[in-house]
């Protein structure tokens, strides 16, 4: 069963920085558009930031200067790097891939990391 699996949260203070990784698993597979959603304590789950297969990314404009989306097609795994982190960036972020299998595409989420940042 093909999976996301997230890792790197954690609790930072203002000013600090994390990554969070993750890899898909469970099968065979293509990976199309990899990205990051957040989401904060009563609100929308939001786009932070994505990147498609060839490369091109998007980013939400509060992080735009602050976080990288990269990712490494051999290893299924996309990451973002967490500069400068303020109070606001607090949420769970979910990773999200659109994954070809079994020949039609489909959008996985992974099970969500907590990103606390706080003095």
């Known amino acids: 069963q093909v999976q996301l699996e997230e890792s790197g949260g954690g609790l930072v203070q203002p000013g600090g920085s994390l990554r969070l990784s993750c890899a898909a698993s469970?099968?065979?597979?293509?990976?199309?558009?990899m990205g990051w959603y957040r989401q904060a304590p009563g609100k929308q789950r939001e786009l932070v930031a994505d990147?498609?297969?060839?490369?091109?990314?998007t980013y939400t404009e509060p992080v735009k200067g602050r976080f990288t989306i990269s990712r490494d097609n051999a290893k299924n795994t996309v990451y973002l790097q967490m500069y400068s982190l303020k109070p606001e960036d607090t949420a769970v972020y979910y990773c999200?891939?659109?994954?070809?299998?079994?020949?039609?595409?489909?959008?996985?989420w992974g099970q969500g990391t907590q990103v606390t940042i706080s003095s």
């Open positions: 990147i498609s297969s060839g490369g091109t990314t």
């Open positions: 999200n891939a659109y994954l070809l299998t079994a020949g039609r595409w489909a959008r996985y």
């Open positions: 469970g099968g065979t597979f293509r990976i199309g558009t």
